[in-house]
């Protein structure tokens, strides 16, 4: 065996009882997920918006910044479903560089996985606390979801995972609802089936457990764009490959067919500065086909209080240090923009 054991880690349920979550603040995650369930189902017409940094990696700044987004909140609340995008897990196609709070709490010391499974619920709560908003983070990991799931009211599943049998079986098990992104290859019947597996029952092997499964039925269906054999970045928010999935829809049985986009990643070229116009398209698109509005409950927005991105020894407070984000002042002008177009 070439794995070498540094430490063992406490149990999901150690940790949520060494940082629990406050009953009062339990009663604001069960109505923010009932809500955003209804929106799911059809049954509210306000628009989800998942919006914040590409990693969470400084919890003052993170906090900060949900707060921000509270006060906006406060506004558009009879419009909008706002939930602040705290990612803790960060994907690295290469398996290098920072790979968020949850390996590394402070990104320039060595990874301590312990103290950011700490770290981590910390700032969830404290961002809960402060702005009575829950939040979305990825499913980068399935047996990690368990740590923090009582704090999220949204979870996703990435491009690289969504074909991964682990990740679709735990979806089918999680209470809230989880979005599968299109893999990176833009071909949709793979996304299709991951939702399909997540709806399903299942009884499979979780940490250690033989467990069964209800299945999920608020699964659903998350644009993210594609990359070519070529490298080249490919949008799949238009008009034609909205229709697309919808016809794609039709061919399930599945009680809450949904859509959101995600204006960043292959749909944006990762330039940030392109999110707005991609919003504002996707917006525009819904106006004009019924069906495109019925179906398209949403989207996601990568944001921060300064926008681009920096390197970690920049220490520019409110920065991303991984993909570049929307600033606060766009963020704050995209946001009412959205509530005056829904």
Known sequence: MSFLCVRKIPSPEEIKKLIPLENNLK?????????????????????????????????????????????VNEEVKDKLFIIPRIYTNKPRTTGNGYKGMFHQPNPEKSPNIFDGLISIRKMFIRSIKESHLTSADEMLYPSN??????????????????????????????????????????????????????HSKHNFLYRYNEVNTTGNPYAHVIMRGSVNQHGKNIPNYHYEDLMRVAEAYNKYDFPYPAVIVDANHANSMKIFSEQPRIVQEVLNTRKYNCDIKNLVKGVMVESYIEEGCQKI??????????????????????????????
Request: charged letters at 25%; proline letters at 2%; aromatic letters at 8%.
């Open 27 to 71: 009663e604001i995650k069960s109505e923010r997920d009932a809500e955003v369930k209804e929106i799911l189902a059809g049954k509210s017409n306000k628009f989800i918006v998942i919006i914040g940094p590409c990693s969470a990696d400084d919890e003052n700044s993170v906090c900060e910044y949900v707060n921000r987004l509270a006060k």
């Open 313 to 342: 020894d920049d220490h520019i407070y409110g920065k991303s240090i991984t993909d570049s984000c929307l600033g606060w002042e766009a963020t704050e002008k995209l946001l009412y923009y959205i509530a005056e177009q829904v």
């Open 145 to 198: 979801h368990m740590y923090y799931d009582d704090l999220l009211t949204y979870t996703t599943v990435g491009a690289r995972s969504v074909e991964n049998q682990q990740h679709r079986l735990t979806a089918s098990g999680v209470d809230i609802p989880v979005g599968m992104k299109n893999p990176t290859s833009g071909d949709i019947s793979v996304m299709f089936n991951s939702i399909q597996a997540a």
